[in-house]
């Protein structure tokens, strides 16, 4: 006499393959998610097209880059705008790259020579040490005062708790400069737009 039920586990394999043939033919892949776009973000109304690009510009966040350049022997702050973050390196970067198109037609120029090599630059709290890459050279006194600077009131920015930044140049052969947030002028700030305009 055959158990009760051994019938029944015989015919379960087959009932679930006839169940699971009309899916396989209808060009559902076997291969689990497939990646395909971005996800769905929402119903829109009928007549309205999304615009990715509003919500793409809406996430990179920007940040204010203090620069000093120089107009009629003067130094000048200029705040420029950037998309993303810039830490102190990258603003000495900027600097050295000199006025973008907009602030040249503002009459800005620099002191500082073009640097294939990035300085070097050392934080221990309210000081900084800016180290000069030897391609640079030997600088004047304006071309201190715009590193050294813009510099301070970029660390000041960092950290605004320290209220005032000292900046020392280390230029090549061993001279070495030194300049104070306090010194730097801030009333004449000038606002530019994102760089290389």
């Not at 120089?70 to 420029?80: C, E, F, K, S, Y």
């Not at 000041?156 to 002028?185: K, N």
């Amino acid at each position: 006499m055959r158990p009760a039920g051994r019938g029944h586990r015989r015919g379960l394999p087959l009932l679930l393959a006839a169940a699971l043939l009309p899916l396989s033919a209808c060009g559902i892949p076997a291969t689990g998610v497939v990646e395909a776009g971005e996800p769905a973000t929402g119903v829109l109304e009928p007549g309205r097209t999304a615009t990715p690009s509003q919500a793409e510009s809406a996430a990179v966040p920007v940040t204010t880059v203090p620069l000093y350049f120089v107009t009629d022997g003067a130094l000048v702050a200029v705040a420029r705008t950037v998309p993303g973050a810039a830490d102190l390196g990258s603003t000495v970067l900027m600097l050295f790259e000199g006025p973008d198109a907009r602030e040249r037609r503002e009459g800005l120029t620099t002191e500082l020579p073009p640097a294939a090599v990035a300085p070097t630059v050392r934080t221990d709290g309210a000081a900084v040490v800016v180290q000069l890459p030897r391609s640079v050279g030997s600088l004047n006194e304006t071309a201190v005062d715009q590193l050294a600077c813009t510099v301070a009131v970029a660390r000041l920015r960092q950290d605004p708790a320290l209220g005032s930044a000292q900046v020392t140049v280390e230029q090549p052969g061993g001279r070495l400069a030194g300049r104070s947030s306090d010194d730097c002028p801030t009333r004449d700030a000038r606002r530019a737009g994102s760089g290389g305009g």
